[in-house]
């Protein structure tokens, strides 16, 4: 077994214990939270670290899914699994509508695209008051209490809820794993480091680079679900360039193409700054000036400069 | 290495007035060849003459102005580059283009790419037939490995490998998508001489097997040693085609190369 | 029908100001190849600038603020382009780009440390005095933003195509290696640019503030809007940039005016949107 499945599976151990030894519900809940993150950020890696896509309207895909999944809930009564996976479906055949044409356009051009196209869909929720409430959409139903085997588990409760987004996290980062490992994935990262070489060599850049947005579209997608339904209420901004624009920045500081990296990403700039109540403000200076170091230090993020200092070190970080 | 499908003696690629425009700037001008299927066709000029132009135009990466490129008796001009590869005709470029992080192994077994039949769901799901063509696809990567004498730095990032390494893990590379015609754009450039014998192995044993081969290089040795027969071109015309002996007594050449002079006889 | 041409001045001064940071960061991308989107932030400089030139001086002393501006703006211009730009320059393309985003991110969240995160209204001596021309009433201050916007326009072009030194930033701009072989300092081109683009887009602040809510983030939207503006006017193209902003300042004012003023921002965004889409291969270079 490689050593760096070592690390992982000790790490996934660990996700797995937790509940059992942090019995705040505080504490819960922003481990809850981070995991949506990192589920988030992967999907832009999918995008961005693997394929080479900078989208600045990733959150959008975000937004849709959460906002998908709680209005199935809310106007239909849907129940909460059922409105995810339309959430989903919806999100990516959206997403394979805009990337068609858009995905031609390389370099900045296809980032502020994103960003044009992310900055429309917030004004468009924010607008469109009689469908998505606006400012603020609440209510959003908690998850049932289920019998199972006898047992009845509340899948509301801060517990249940934290493992249903660890086996997410898995699930996602089983998917992006299996897709890297294949054709499919070399083809990413052909497109990544010499789009021009790879479509010498017959790769459809173009068929790749939908595959890869419509894949982490989905995921966001997922992630915005899950978000949904734990917050109870979501507000236009989720799918903002705000939004898009951190996420970036968490997955460019902690490591493009790494599983440390989305670790790290949401760790630092999202996990560590909600403790420091002082330092909300300073928040937007911190990340720039943290963007920038890394950019022209450390381009290949934090987990990318570890690994970079030995061979045997680089084996060891998944 | 696989037989090619094609008769020997056969026209594999035509070009008939072939004409490449860049705004004022006339690269190829109403150029015609026709290159036989097994031959080693060369393509030499001055730098600036067309000749990387030309290749351009065969696979299809900048549009043709004027005229025509047939392979195998299909056109070109509608088919996108991808396709172009898949139809098998694969170049390789004239810098050290490579995917510099990917590991050599990984590397070549891009090219495998369009020959690959995996779908999306078969690799999620890791089917049965997924593993066994991966299984495939690194055997044939392996054999490339060896062949191009590249075993010792398999798990390497391609950047990492020396000029020398890198042109031939292009060549290997390029050979994995089991090509018919295969564009060598200056695959000698900056190598010492052990290196240059290694590669100009390499693209004799490629011809033995029957791809089809066009090559720029600026050697005139070595191109006079391996090439079946060459065209000149300069200003983005044609010159002369021939046989190497033909091609280079011929005055124009000379001309070209070393400039005119009533009295100079050298070559 | 006045309305007609109400909203036509209207557009043609939003459009003016647009044209200015249009003009700022097609002169950077020109050069550089780097969309500079730390001119939002040096926009909102310019603003916070003569706010505080009228908060301390009162606000007859609004012009004086050109002075702060162009010594700040100069000095941004230089640190940027020596500390950050340069060094990520050799790097890949995308490196520059999120270089930017991370100015930008440094200038707003600074602005909102020290100038605070509530939205502020300053008054110029010139927002009371109306000019009425035909059916078509405009405060001096927005005829200002126009009439500066032109001079600049002008001056800049004739800085880039009849003078020396223009010959030797678009030189630079076309091929930096060559003109490096020319005997041409790229470097001293490069920083120069810098200098008028920033000027320009501290400028456009000091112009705009009085008309609009000044706050941290007031550059984002419009630097995005420029962005767009360069991109279809062409990418380096002097008077691309000048009319493709007047055009983009016009699509929004009749849009908001004839259409729906809720989702005014949408059709800059929008109208971005179906160009690119429609112009797949790229929008023609300069």
């Known amino acids: 077994m490689q050593p760096r499945t070592i690390i992982f599976l000790a790490l996934g151990l660990m996700a797995l214990v937790i509940p059992l030894i942090v019995k705040s519900n505080y504490w819960l809940y922003m481990l809850t939270i981070l995991g949506i993150f990192m589920i988030l950020v992967s999907s832009l890696d999918l995008l961005y670290g693997f394929t080479g896509l900078a989208s600045l309207g990733h959150a959008a895909f975000f937004g849709i899914g959460a906002y998908c999944t709680a209005l199935f809930q809310l106007k239909f009564g849907f129940p909460f699994l059922v409105s995810l996976i339309i959430g989903i479906f919806l999100t990516t055949l959206f997403s394979t509508l805009i990337g068609w044409p858009m995905l031609r356009i390389r370099g900045p051009y296809f980032a502020l695209g994103t960003l044009a196209f992310g900055t429309i869909i917030t004004i468009i929720i924010h607008n469109w ?148 109540e002082a330092a909300q403000a300073y928040r937007p200076l911190f990340f720039g000036l943290l963007l920038l170091l890394v950019i022209i230090f450390m381009p290949m993020g934090i987990a990318g400069r570890i690994r970079a200092i030995d061979p045997r070190i680089d084996r060891w970080i998944p | 290495m696989d037989s090619i499908k094609t008769v020997k003696n056969s026209t594999l690629l035509k070009a008939d007035m072939l004409s490449v425009t860049f705004g004022r700037l006339k690269a190829v001008d109403n150029i015609d060849f026709e290159i036989q299927a097994g031959e080693l066709f060369g393509l030499i000029g001055p730098n600036g003459a067309g000749k990387t132009t030309i290749f351009n135009a065969i696979t299809n990466t900048v549009p043709i102005s004027g005229g025509s490129v047939r392979f195998m008796g299909k056109f070109i001009h509608g088919t996108k580059p991808h396709e172009v590869a898949k139809m098998g005709v694969v170049r390789i470029f004239q810098s050290a283009t490579i995917f510099t992080k990917t590991p050599v192994l990984v590397h070549i077994m891009n090219g495998l790419h369009c020959r690959s039949t995996t779908t999306y769901w078969g690799a999620l799901l890791r089917t049965p037939s997924f593993k066994k063509e991966e299984a495939g696809n690194r055997k044939r990567a392996r054999e490339l490995l060896k062949f191009t004498n590249l075993e010792c730095v398999e798990d390497q990032p391609a950047g990492s490998l020396s000029w020398a390494q890198q042109k031939r893990l292009m060549l290997a590379t390029a050979l994995s998508v089991d090509p018919k015609l295969i564009l060598l754009d200056e695959p000698i450039a900056g190598m010492n001489a052990d290196e240059i014998a290694e590669m100009i192995e390499l693209i004799k044993t490629i011809r033995t097997n029957g791809i089809t081969t066009i090559v720029i290089d600026h050697n005139m040795k070595v191109m006079m040693n391996i090439c079946d027969r060459m065209m000149v071109m300069n200003f983005g015309q044609k010159l002369t085609e021939g046989p190497p002996e033909t091609v280079a007594q011929d005055p124009r050449v000379i001309e070209a190369y070393l400039g005119s002079s009533k009295n100079d006889q050298s070559q | 029908m006045g309305e007609f041409f109400q909203y036509t001045a209207n557009g043609l001064i939003t459009g003016g100001a647009y044209g200015l940071l249009a003009l700022a960061m097609t002169m950077i991308y020109g050069i550089l ?125 004739y800085l880039v195509y009849h003078t020396m030194i223009g010959k030797m930033i678009r030189a630079s701009s076309e091929n930096k290696d060559v003109a490096q072989l020319m005997g041409i300092s790229t470097n001293r081109m490069t920083s120069l640019t810098f200098i008028v683009g920033y000027l320009l887009a501290g400028i456009a602040g000091v112009l705009v503030a009085p008309t609009a809510l000044v706050g941290a983030s007031m550059g984002l939207t419009p630097i995005l809007k420029a962005f767009i503006v360069v991109a279809l006017g062409g990418l380096g193209s002097v008077t691309g940039a000048i009319v493709g902003g007047f055009i983009l300042g016009l699509a929004e004012d009749y849009g908001a005016a004839y259409i729906s003023s809720m989702y005014k921002d949408i059709f800059s965004f929008g109208i971005f949107l179906v160009v690119l889409l429609l112009m797949p291969k790229g929008l023609y270079r300069r």
């Open chain 3, 33 to 157: 190849s780097v969309p500079n989107f730390a001119l939002g932030g040096v926009y909102a400089i310019g603003a916070f600038i003569s706010f505080y030139v009228i908060s301390w001086m009162g606000s007859a002393y609004y012009l004086l603020s050109i002075i702060p501006v162009v010594i700040l703006t100069g000095i941004l211009a230089l640190i940027t382009e020596k500390l950050v730009f340069r060094p990520l320059h050799d790097g890949p393309h995308t490196a520059g780009f999120i270089g930017a985003l991370g100015l930008y991110a440094i200038l707003e969240g600074g602005g909102n440390i020290l100038f605070g995160p509530t939205w502020r209204t300053i008054a110029s001596p010139y927002n009371d005095v109306i000019i009425q021309i035909g059916p078509v009433f405009l405060t001096l201050q927005r005829v200002l933003i126009l009439v500066i916007c032109l001079i600049f326009a002008t001056g800049i072009f």
């Open chain 1, 129 to 276: 008051d009689e469908l998505t409430g606006g400012v603020s959409l609440s209510g959003i139903p908690l998850l049932p209490k289920v019998e199972l085997l006898g047992l009845s588990i509340d899948f509301a409760s801060k517990r249940s809820y934290y493992y249903i987004v660890i086996f997410s996290l898995f699930l996602t980062i089983l998917i992006i794993r299996r897709l890297m490992d294949s054709k499919i994935g070399r083809a990413f990262e052909s497109i990544r480091e010499n789009q021009d070489l790879a479509v010498a060599l017959g790769v459809n850049s173009l068929r790749y680079k939908l595959i890869s947005f419509a894949t982490a579209s989905a995921i966001a997608a997922g992630a915005g679900g899950l978000y949904a339904n734990y917050m109870g209420a979501i507000e236009p901004e989720i799918a903002g360039s705000h939004m898009s624009f951190n996420l970036l920045v968490m997955i460019v500081v902690g490591g493009p193409g790494t599983i440390t990296g989305t670790i790290i990403g949401p760790l630092l700039l999202w996990f560590v700054p909600e403790f420091l």
